[in-house]
């Protein structure tokens, strides 16, 4: 099936400082990668949409400046949040899509802690 | 856009009882309807998923129904085993101006008992 892996799974960082996640799909191109955030017991909440050589389309609220993401090649897709502070804490998943029909494969998650 | 909801937003089994989850949506040009199973500190991982022209599909213990006319569809779980504790979320595209994004359901955690 479909592989989606992201680095680093686990990330702790003092308030301030920004923090880079990368999320690859190992085994297809993808046309599209998504970024979510989920908070514990909730549901995925989707940051923003991101395809090979364009711009990112974020999702209503959720800010540009802080929340950099990169497509440079259909594999891979980063984002880094910027500045971070204890509120942006959170388990930061990642997707990629394969057909216009919606599939998403996701990776594993990356666990960030503010401090 | 589209709306999905989901119930149970828990449910607990006896070890070889069924479970079943059930998801809404709102838009009926959807035509795509995944459902995927998260483990605790994992990404959801895709379990099955079925397509607008067809009403039923199954892959082992698990099987998906879905009812155009009614805009809903389920998850069935057959036999259920510890291993199949966790959580569940159904999804559906986003079609008009969507980018291929999905709207996902607030998730149902299941639990199975031995």
């Known amino acids: 099936g479909a592989v989606v892996s992201q680095h680093p799974s686990r990330v702790i960082c003092k308030s301030g400082t920004s923090v880079k996640i990368e999320c690859r799909s190992l085994d297809f191109q993808a046309t599209t990668m998504f970024w979510y955030r989920q908070f514990p017991k909730q549901s995925l909440m989707l940051m923003a949409t991101s395809n090979e050589g364009s711009k990112a389309t974020y999702e209503q609220g959720v800010e540009k400046d802080k929340f950099l993401i990169n497509h440079a090649s259909l594999t891979l897709s980063t984002l880094t949040v910027t500045s971070a502070h204890p509120e942006d804490s959170s388990f930061y998943i990642c997707?990629?899509?394969?057909?216009?029909?919606?599939?998403?494969?996701f990776g594993p998650g990356t666990r960030l802690t503010v401090l | 856009g589209e709306n999905v909801e989901q119930h149970p937003s828990t449910l607990s089994v006896q070890e070889g009882d069924s479970a079943v989850i059930k998801c809404t949506y709102s838009?009926?040009?959807?035509?795509?309807f995944p459902w995927y199973k998260q483990e605790l500190g994992k990404g959801p991982q895709l379990i099955i998923d079925?397509?607008?022209?067809?009403g039923e599909k199954k892959d082992q213990r698990i099987a998906v129904t879905l009812n155009k006319t009614a805009k809903h569809f389920s998850l069935h779980i057959t036999e259920t085993q510890p291993e199949d504790s966790a959580v569940y979320f159904c999804a559906a595209p986003v079609v008009t101006g969507g980018g291929n994004k999905l709207t996902f359901g607030t998730g149902t955690q299941l639990k199975v008992e031995l």
């Open positions: 079925i397509r607008s022209n067809v």
């Open positions: 838009d009926s040009a959807s035509n795509y």
């Open positions: 997707s990629a899509g394969t057909s216009a029909l919606g599939e998403q494969f």
